[in-house]
Nanobody, 120 residues
Framework: QVQLVESGGGLVQPGGSLRLSCAAS????????MRWYRQAPGKERELVAA????????NYADSVKGRYAIFRDNAKNTSYLQMNRLKPEDTAVYYC?????????????WGQGTQVTVSS
């Protein structure tokens, strides 16, 4: 059974930090690109950060570049999103996503989301 379980969300003051975790099970974690998305109320879901299977390549949305860092531990089947210098506009539900494209097929799994609220 495939599972992605996010944790680490919560309420933080502007300028603060949070680290989100995404624990994966039920599939070969090291074969999947890992991504973090977020969705704010009334807005579309947006891609925040992505990391390649081995962790060599990382990409970020312009809105979080320099403040967020994505990394992964393939031995622990876990992806992380370190969020620093948080702003009120970072408030959203954050989702973990695992993606793989192989032999003409695409495989994508989603977590249930974790709420991040940035407010004083």
């Amino acid at each position: 059974q495939v599972q992605l379980v996010e944790s680490g969300g919560g309420l933080v003051q502007p300028g603060g930090s949070l680290r989100l975790s995404c624990a994966a099970s039920g599939f070969t974690f090291s074969s999947y690109v890992m991504r973090w998305y977020r969705q704010a109320p009334g807005k579309e879901r947006e891609l925040v950060a992505a990391i390649s299977e081995t962790g060599v390549r990382r990409n970020y949305a312009d809105s979080v570049k320099g403040r967020y860092a994505i990394f992964r531990d393939n031995a622990k089947n876990t992806s992380y999103l370190q969020m620093n210098r948080l702003k009120p506009e970072d408030t959203a539900v954050y989702y973990c996503n695992a993606f793989r494209s192989a032999y003409g097929y695409e495989y994508a799994y989603w977590g249930q989301g974790t709420q991040v609220t940035v407010s004083s």
